[in-house]
């Protein structure tokens, strides 16, 4: 058995706790002193009462949809973006790319959104152009990338609206003139005795 002195063993584990950033208590020798690992809150934070940061959520809804819903709805035609559990009174701003197979990455719309004292918040409803789009979600203390979410807009073509047809008013023609009443003939000449020199036959 290979005795070590109480000094270096305490060297060792500064030399450690140093290198991995860890605080340190320290008692007298024999006492057993250990490494005191730092408290994390809910979201990985330092301190009791920390701000939790990346604990949020983002889901996309049809219009109909109310706010408290959790649930995500990707197939959407009318929808809104609703933020449910980040800090109170977060900032965040949202970016809506258009996505393959139907866009080339474009941005297609964008905005900012102050959410209330419960973290949570949503937009105005909106619709895009039907296709495949990408929701890049960011805000104040976040630790990680956007938060994302991708969906697809899929309105149904409106229905044409049958063009009445033009009402045809019949016109009233005037009754044509009743044919004036006609002179009554004149009765034929009687006829003149000619005088001629054949006999007459019986």
């Known amino acids: 058995m290979i005795t070590v002195p109480w000094r270096a063993n305490l060297t060792i584990v500064v030399s450690v706790a140093l290198a991995t950033g860890l605080p340190l208590a320290f008692a007298a020798p024999g006492a057993g002193a250990q490494p005191i690992a730092p408290f994390h809150g809910r979201g990985g934070g330092m301190a009791a009462g920390a701000r939790n940061g990346d604990n ?28 449910f559990g980040f800090d109170p009174g977060q900032s965040v701003s949202w970016q809506i790319k258009s996505w393959p197979p139907t ?47 991708v969906f697809w807009v899929a309105c149904a073509a409106p229905t044409a609206t049958p063009t009445p047809s033009p009402t045809v008013t ?7 003139p009743s044919p004036s009443p006609t002179s009554p003939a004149l009765p034929a000449p009687a006829p003149t005795p000619v005088k001629t020199t054949l006999p007459v036959t019986g």
């Open 56 to 83: 949020g959520t983002v889901k996309i809804h049809r219009s109909t949809t109310p706010v408290t819903d959790r649930r995500n709805e990707p197939h959407v035609c009318v929808f809104y973006l609703d933020a």
């Open 170 to 176: 019949p016109t009233t023609t005037a009754p044509s």
């Open 103 to 149: 866009g080339d990455r474009a941005v297609v719309a964008s905005g900012a959104l102050a959410l209330d004292s419960n973290g949570g918040g949503r937009t105005g409803d909106m619709t895009l152009q039907n296709g495949h789009y990408k929701l890049f979600w960011n805000f104040t203390g976040e630790h990680g990338f956007a938060k994302q979410k």
